[in-house]
């Protein structure tokens, strides 16, 4: 059972640590296969919110979606992405994390939309490691969901978002290259911060 006292918002030693690593990119760019790929290499991977949410709300019929009202999917997965970081112990190796905060706001301002200040103060107190694993758009392995629905050229857009995001919140992006997944997976375990 989780000891209230023990959850600290920013949770300072998984910060010290350096061991939360991001890894994000275009929609359809083969992220989630990636992580499960290092999750099967027996690194601890923290799933995406967002899709969490977006499965939530479809499965109740709720209007909390980013295509139908983007401030109120953002609050929920913002949540429990604070959620996800607070209740994660650092330990001996790296921890992934599918997506972060940044990807929300990037969202926001890709989508013309205010960035409330909670969320900017968040991505300044929620810090991972200052390397970030970047999947680029590759056309060639995108498909459509339900729980993505855009075209390619949305996702690239999006995309171009995130990359700006990242770099103002002061992190250094790493893109990984567009290769078979095991060759994927063991680029970024070599990259590492250390």
Known sequence: MLDEDAYLPGN?????SRQAVVLTGCS???????????????????????????REQMHLGGGA???TDATQFVALAASRTMHLFNTTAPGER??????SLVDLTSFLEMKGLDVPAYLRRAVE???????????PPWREIYVDEAERS???EDAC???????EGY??????????????????ADFVIANLPA
């Open 28 to 54: 359809g760019g083969g992220k989630s296969t990636l992580l499960g790929a290092l999750a099967d290499r027996g690194y601890a991977a923290c799933p995406e919110a967002g899709r969490q949410i977006v």
């Open 167 to 184: 770099v103002a919140a002061g992190y250094e992006l790493v893109e990984v290259p567009k290769a078979a997944v095991a060759e994927r």
């Open 65 to 67: 979606l980013p295509w």
């Open 94 to 99: 790296a921890i992934f994390f599918d997506r």
């Open 150 to 152: 855009k075209s390619f």
């Open 12 to 16: 300072p030693a998984l910060v010290a």
């Open 157 to 163: 857009r999006e995309y171009d978002a995130l990359v």
């Open 125 to 135: 107190t929620y810090r991972y490691a200052p390397s970030v694993f970047v999947t």
